[in-house]
């Protein structure tokens, strides 16, 4: 191969990583500030929120385009054809966390004036914060392709599901309390079930990572600790 089609090559390749590190820092702003709508109930930063998760799927199909030409015009091996893999697939996961952002600001659409306490929003800003510094280190691990710092990401996958279960738990009381609390109260249940999700991706990019930089699979099962399908919550009637 020429060193002008290495060149060219290895510029496709810095293109395509380039797209994936431009998604992962508008997936990060999405999420951030469709949570930050959420704390104030503010529609119209949630409706930017929406407006803006278009350009990301925009990218995230021409970084799929992308990888697309590169395989079928360099036929890459081993490393080579790993990375092209891990663009598509790391692109697709970032789609998906901007469509849970968009999903969170749709909430705050629907919540429009509804009754809040800010007694129901520490449990989401905090489940929030942990799945964006998810999201910040294996993104930084991709970049860096820092094997150890993604499989650290993947490992406390658990804490983000154990928070949602612990939170659900909690909004349910609340709803009990007070049939007042239902609408509000259900929403947010809504919110905190995409933001465990946002975490679950974080963890789907972290298996990616390990599987550029190895050429292996995870072999251990993905740690969960989500137990919300089979939370009770007792009621007591006054």
Known sequence: ??????SKYDEELNDVARRIAEMGGMAERLVDVAVGSLMRLDTDTARAVI?????LDVLQREC???????????QPMAMDLREVIAAQRIASDLERIGDLAKNIAKRVIALDG????KR?????EHMAQLSLAQLKDVLDSYATRDVEQAYQVWKRDEEIDAMYTSLFREL??????DPRNITFCTHLLFCAKNIERIGDHATNI?????YVVTGQVLAEDRPKQDDSSTTAVAYEQN
């Open 206 to 210: 972290a298996e990616t990572v390990h």
């Open 64 to 74: 799929e385009e992308r990888a697309i030409m590169i395989i079928a015009r360099r």
């Open 172 to 177: 349910l009381t609340y709803m009990m309390e």
């Open 114 to 117: 509804q009754f809040q306490s």
């Open 51 to 55: 407006a803006d998760d278009k350009k």
């Open 1 to 6: 191969m020429s060193e002008h089609i290495v």
């Open 120 to 124: 129901f929003n520490t449990g989401v």
